[in-house]
């Protein structure tokens, strides 16, 4: 039997993305986003307000860096998400980490994030159901400490998902199967 749930943002597992940007001074600015998702091949896309302190960087910077969050730094990704850049903007430095400028584009990588997507402003859509920030791909940079024989292993990232049903992280670490391979079994 199915049962009405009252939730209509009910997709999981939603990523939790660190956006990254430079302020107008030249400190370092992080967001916890969990709207986010590749649009198409090689580009992201941001599901955030004008009102947010990054989306202002990232139009004035013409560039972001988005990390995903790890286990290990589920703390400090909650504290971005609760604490905004407008009101206290020293943020980034209250949480402890540290930054690196990216290699190609006009933003900070999150040091201790393990994986970090480098990317250019494309454009922002906004209205009722504009997508937001839309960003192309330029570089994509991991700690070695998640690469086996030169090769990114997710299950290294030790990534973590926000269920919007409970308001819960989660940790997506194993792999299951092989993508466009366990299909074919039921192919005739």
Same mark, same amino acid.
């Given at each position: 039997?199915?049962?009405?749930?009252?939730?209509?943002?009910?997709?999981?597992?939603?990523?939790?993305?660190?956006?990254?940007?430079?302020?107008?001074?030249?400190?370092?600015?992080?967001?916890?986003?969990?709207?986010?998702?590749?649009?198409?091949?090689?580009?992201?896309?941001?599901?955030?307000?004008?009102?947010?302190?990054? %989306?202002? =960087?990232?139009? *004035?910077?013409?560039?972001?860096? $988005?990390?995903?969050?790890?286990?290990?730094?589920? &703390?400090? /990704?909650?504290?971005?998400?609760?604490?905004?850049?407008?009101?206290?903007?020293?943020?980034?430095?209250?949480?402890?980490?540290?930054?690196?400028?990216?290699?190609?584009?006009?933003?900070?990588?999150?040091?201790?994030?393990?994986?970090?997507?480098?990317?250019?402003?494309?454009?922002?859509?906004?209205?009722?159901?504009?997508?937001?920030?839309?960003?192309? %791909?330029? =570089?994509?940079? *991991?700690?070695?400490?998640?690469? $086996?024989?030169?090769?990114?292993?997710?299950?290294? &990232?030790? /990534?973590?998902?926000?269920?919007?049903?409970?308001?819960?992280?989660?940790?997506?670490?194993?792999?299951?199967?092989?993508?466009?391979?366990?299909?074919?079994?039921?192919?005739?």
């Amino acid at each position: 039997m199915r049962v009405k749930v009252n939730n209509s943002d009910g997709i999981f597992p939603m990523p939790v993305l660190m956006i990254a940007t430079y302020n107008e001074d030249g400190s370092v600015n992080v967001m916890n986003a969990a709207w986010g998702s590749m649009q198409a091949r090689g580009h992201v896309v941001l599901k955030l307000t004008e009102t947010h302190k990054t %989306v202002e =960087n990232i139009k *004035a910077r013409g560039a972001f860096t $988005v990390s995903i969050a790890d286990a290990a730094h589920m &703390v400090e /990704a909650d504290y971005f998400g609760i604490e905004s850049g407008n009101d206290v903007p020293d943020k980034f430095e209250r949480s402890g980490m540290t930054a690196s400028k990216a290699e190609r584009v006009d933003a900070p990588i999150i040091n201790e994030f393990p994986l970090c997507l480098e990317c250019e402003f494309i454009e922002y859509q906004g209205g009722e159901y504009g997508c937001g920030v839309i960003g192309k %791909v330029v =570089n994509v940079t *991991a700690d070695d400490s998640v690469l $086996v024989n030169g090769q990114l292993d997710m299950s290294l &990232v030790n /990534a973590i998902a926000f269920d919007t049903y409970t308001h819960g992280y989660y940790k997506v670490t194993e792999r299951v199967g092989e993508a466009f391979q366990e299909g074919l079994k039921l192919k005739k």
